[in-house]
């Protein structure tokens, strides 16, 4: 009896979790030395600690790698480019070849990445100047790969008019420290740490963009916006104007409601913890969280937004 009394217990304490969430979901982020990382990692960690969902944080090759993870059941959450997750839904650009994947929600838009135009050398003034330069456009076929063609042919320049490496963030970083590059773009929340490192011990220069061409980028790539990097970012002699594009969290469409809804809660029901332990938690706001219209939101998020007072479209 006692034994039957047991195996009753458990299987209602099993089916209370799943009611709650109480899954454990894998959720990729980015490279060690990137935004993704470090921030995912936190808000893994308080997931984890306000609900019954478990959220393990893991490093990846950025956004594309990340839907392709999702894609193959290797993780249910990621972080993505709000660009990158258009061409995955639209079956564009980077994926052009592998073609539409639609198995994802959105879960929320969290902050702006801005692209980051890195150098240590003071003459490289505009990205005009980087014509002939050896520059780091992120790993080949990335996100941040599209972000730095589309930028150099705003300026005319196309990949072939520089000498141009294929690297991360940190070996981005390493690279310019050894000399190796004359500059690197970076596509991240900023403060990145991988510039902040370089920038502890160097004297590190931001190129800016000009209002007419930031305007001609947003014309044919609206999913771009107007952003500034504040000169106490980075220690850096002035502000420096770019554009960015939104760090979004999606979901695979099957990962529960309940889950999604605890992961959403649970960070923007915490936002004061979550900014003590990361600066990017003072980014956080339910205006943005709910403002993606390329890719419909979760279930999960739906609710949890609804019952702030957003609607937001849904699968």
């Known amino acids: 009896m006692k034994r039957v009394l047991a195996f009753v217990l458990a299987a209602m304490l099993a089916l209370a979790l799943v009611a709650c969430g109480g899954s454990g979901l894998n959720f990729t982020t980015g490279g060690a030395e990137g935004t993704y990382y470090g921030f995912g990692s936190v808000l893994a960690t308080k997931v984890g600690g306000e609900t019954d969902t478990k959220v393990t944080a893991i490093t990846s090759g950025g956004s594309k790698a990340n839907i392709e993870a999702m894609e193959a059941g290797d993780a249910q959450l990621g972080f993505v480019q709000s660009d990158v997750m258009a061409y995955a839904y639209e079956g564009t650009n980077l994926f052009a070849d592998s073609g539409k994947i639609e198995d994802f929600s959105t879960v929320a838009a969290l902050y702006m990445e801005q692209v980051q135009i890195v150098t240590l050398d003071p003459a490289i003034q505009s990205v005009a ?11 080949a076929g990335s996100g941040v790969y ?73 014309e044919t790539s609206p999913y771009y916006s107007k952003n500034v990097i504040a000169a106490d970012v980075y220690g850096t002699d002035s502000d420096c104007t770019t554009v960015a594009v939104g760090a979004v969290v999606i979901a695979r469409d099957d990962v529960s409601e309940d889950d999604v809804y605890n992961f959403v809660s649970a960070i923007f029901e915490n936002l004061d913890d979550i900014t003590a332990s990361h600066a990017k938690g003072a980014e956080l706001n339910l205006d943005f969280a709910t403002s993606v219209t390329t890719v419909p939101y979760h279930a999960g998020a739906a609710k949890y937004f609804a019952e702030k007072g957003y609607d937001v479209p849904v699968k």
């Open 129 to 139: 100047d980087l014509a002939g330069k050896t520059v780091s456009i992120g790993d």
């Open 146 to 218: 599209f972000n730095a063609i589309d930028i150099l042919g705003c300026y005319g320049l196309t990949e072939e008019d520089i000498n141009a490496v294929y690297e991360d963030f940190g070996t981005s970083a390493e690279s310019l420290q050894d000399g190796k590059i004359d500059a690197a773009f970076v596509v991240a929340g900023a403060p990145t740490n991988a510039i902040s490192t370089l920038a502890a011990t160097r004297d590190v220069y931001l190129v800016s963009l000009d209002d007419e061409h930031i305007n001609t980028l947003i």
